[in-house]
């Protein structure tokens, strides 16, 4: 069983916890999606992943911050596709009038108020590790536990 079909069998509640959209939202964005994807292989071409599997995947990877390897690993889908599946749902959805950031920022401020609102997205998944370079022998002491010493022996 998919995520997609693990998704099908909550109740409203559970799926808005779990996906952080409604099954209302959810409908409208495998609509937009199942369009774009007819549009994409009119002449032929490989299927790939099914466009409801791709929209849990990317709402997974959304709502849980997961990195693609444990999503990889659970599903037992490379790496690559799940990446793949998420960049094509990203962009699709933002391509589309009704998903677009600007269109849903003005229906939720008031036509009084002319304050903009300032969008951040912030990717933190791929972060490099930070770890001293220099000096380091300054900051170590050298020493090893006992526990240690007598496992390399």
């Known amino acids: 069983m998919n995520a997609y ?3 099908m069998r909550l109740d409203y509640y559970e799926f808005k916890l779990i996906t952080g959209v409604t099954k209302e939202v959810f409908d409208k964005m495998l609509e937009v999606l ?5 549009e994409d292989h009119e002449q032929g071409g490989q299927p790939g992943l099914a466009v409801e599997l791709r929209l ?3 709402l997974e990877y959304w ?3 997961r990195s693609i390897r444990h999503m990889a690993n659970d599903h037992q889908i490379p790496r690559t596709v799940i990446n793949r599946a998420i960049l094509w749902v990203e962009d699709t959805l933002s391509e589309s009038s009704e998903f677009k950031l600007k269109s849903l920022q003005k ?3 008031c036509e009084e108020e002319d304050e903009e609102i ?3 997205l912030v990717d933190v ?3 490099p590790i930070e770890r001293p370079k220099t000096n380091q022998k300054e900051s170590y002491s ?3 536990s006992a526990i240690q010493r007598n496992i390399r022996l």
Do not use: D
């Not at 199942?34 to 007819?38: A, V």
């Open 34 to 38: 199942k369009q774009k994807y007819k």
């Open 107 to 109: 229906r939720f401020l």
């Open 5 to 7: 079909e693990k998704l």
């Open 63 to 65: 709502r849980e911050y």
């Open 125 to 127: 998944e791929e972060q």
């Open 118 to 120: 300032e969008i951040i």
């Open 56 to 58: 849990a995947l990317a």
């Open 142 to 144: 050298g020493k090893k």
